[in-house]
């Protein structure tokens, strides 16, 4: 960590450049981790997991080229599609590498505490595939909101930028409050409001915020759903389901970064 604090000292520029490079990789990783978990666990008989087969073309089966797989730099000498059958690569891959390559590269800029850096990026790589899944999908899967409640509870453990306590309560309160708005809705209008990773992802959130931000991240949530409700409205799609998870993970980075910007200020 003093190493890191050095270089960014010595050569913020350089260290910003090279964090929005790091960030492009770590993008295309979370390319692969949003593409390929939901099949893992939907469907029994796939073969695939996070890192066998190779990278390789869904629709011909053909084997990248190291050229074909340069985070940003491929999909555009591609044009978007396949080099052997022409076949579209989805332009949200290209645009979670460019959101992470510039979100590593502004953060890295902007926030001194290196610690404090490593986790927003940690957290930020949790929470931008779990939004991708949920908005496609509408499945936060267990074996990225569970992980996600651990390691907020060991990054203040490691780096306590909040007590311990406090986080441990964030992640009950968490899971609790949307666990009994789901049984009230349920109970009053017979149908199922929020599914359960809503509650997992919140639980997660607190551990990482704690109790005291819940309100916070809650209000973000609820006030960044209700715009993709009546966004679907006007787009003439009135009978879609309206996932809750990527609210919640933009509300949850969201108060992050303001909880860091408040303990550097």
Known sequence: MI?????????????SLMSAVFGAIIG??????????????LDDETRINLLFPASHCPAC?????WWENIPLVSW?????????????????????ELFSFLFFGATAWCIPDIPALFSL???????????IIDGRHMLLPDCLTQPLLWAGLLVHLVHPTLPLRDAITGAMVGYLSLWLLYWA?????GREGLGYGDFKL?????????????????????????????????SGNKTAQIPFGPALAFAGLITFIL????LIA
Do not use: N
């Open 185 to 189: 809705f349920r109970l009053i209008t």
């Open 121 to 131: 990026w940690l957290l930020s790589a949790f929470l931008l595939p779990l939004a």
């Open 76 to 96: 555009l000498a591609l044009r978007g599609r396949c080099y052997h059958c022409a076949s579209a690569i989805p332009l949200r891959l290209w645009l979670l």
């Open 3 to 15: 190493a890191f604090a050095l270089f960014r000292e010595s050569s913020p520029a350089l260290f």
């Open 28 to 41: 295309s990783f979370l390319g692969v981790v949003a593409e390929r978990i939901p099949p893992m666990l």
């Open 202 to 234: 919140l639980a997660a959130l607190g551990a990482w915020c704690g109790w005291q931000a819940l309100p916070t991240v809650i209000l973000l949530a609820s006030l960044t759903g209700l715009m993709g409700y009546f966004i679907f409205i006007k």
């Open 259 to 262: 909880q860091i910007f408040s």
């Open 61 to 65: 089966q053909h084997d990248l080229a």
